[in-house]
């Protein structure tokens, strides 16, 4: 009974969580490259036809967004089709609104639901810890206040195809991988989930810039505790224990790690503008 209860509240605690973001995505304004991307723009409608960039490889040619096909033309038939299907129960503008709250809710609630997943290794909604997961891990998907500090899912709509969406993606692919080294047993897939996983990874590829660096970045790690798992070495736990040496409790290795974040943010130079004098005449001020 006790258990029962438990997960009715952590089910209402996720769900109003959710809830209250989209309220909050209602309210959002919309992006200046979503129109950009599904009208498209001149520069933009290369990638439609020609996904995989063989027109770049064989005549030399170029254009906007090569690696980008799968969130284009997903955002694209997205918005051409939802807006659509709501306008029975909104008025037209309202339905682009709803449609793309709606889209990043869902993002954001299967989001919670695979990092769940990955905490407790269930992928049972009737198990209270799989829920618990979710509530503890929801605070930091930020709509409004530090969204610009913690931020999972972006206040752009059209972010949300190029980064959460494919984020969502990787660690669906990444699952099979992931349980296999937490059991520390052989991967075993099957023929059909192979293929799916391969086909999978094809359209990570082609989904934008955020994955490339986030694999690297994952197989650093990965590299780096396997090397210190296998070859220990003395002066790295000697380096570990130099806080707990000095003297210092939990709080002043908190003030510790933050002075050195203090310090490496102060001469860091604001914003991602390039110098006027690097920039060609009539050149746009913002180059994404």
């Known amino acids: 009974m006790k258990k029962t209860w438990l997960l009715a509240l952590l089910m209402l605690a996720v769900l109003a969580d959710l809830g209250l973001t989209y309220v909050q995505h209602t309210h959002l304004p919309l ?31 170029w254009y906007s967004a090569p690696n980008r096909f799968f969130s284009h033309i997903t955002l694209r038939e997205y918005c051409l089709r939802v807006p659509l299907l709501l306008q029975a129960f909104t008025t037209p503008i309202a339905s682009v609104y709803v449609a793309l709250a709606l889209l990043s809710v869902g993002v954001q609630a299967l989001l919670l639901y695979v990092l769940g997943w990955y905490a407790t290794g269930t992928r049972r909604l009737s198990n209270w810890r799989l829920w618990l997961a979710m509530a503890l891990m929801a605070p930091f998907f930020q709509t409004t206040g530090y969204n610009g500090q913690m931020s999972v899912v972006d206040n752009s709509f059209t972010y ?129």
């Not at 200046?32 to 030399?60: E, K, N, S």
């Not at 993606?169 to 991967?187: C, E, G, K, T």
Request: hydrophobic letters at 55%.
């Open 31 to 61: 992006d200046g490259d979503l129109a950009a991307i599904v009208v498209p723009r001149a520069d933009y409608a290369p990638v439609l036809h020609d996904p995989f960039g063989w027109t770049v490889l064989t005549t030399g040619g």
């Open 160 to 288: 949300t195809f190029f980064y959460a969406l494919p984020l969502l993606a990787l660690l669906v692919l990444l699952w099979p991988l992931y349980r296999a080294a937490s059991q520390q047993q052989p991967l075993r897939v099957g023929g059909p989930q192979l293929v799916a996983m391969l086909l999978l990874v094809v359209v990570l590829a082609f989904s934008g810039p955020i994955i490339a660096g986030v694999v690297l970045v994952l197989l650093l790690g990965v590299g780096l505790h396997a090397a210190r798992q296998r070859w220990p070495l003395p002066a790295t736990r000697w380096l570990a224990n130099l806080p707990g040496r000095a003297g210092l409790g939990l709080a002043g290795r908190a003030l510790f790690v933050l002075a050195l974040h203090r310090a490496a943010q102060y001469r860091k130079p604001d914003g991602y503008a390039a110098p006027r004098a690097a920039l060609p005449a009539g050149a746009p001020r913002y180059l994404g």
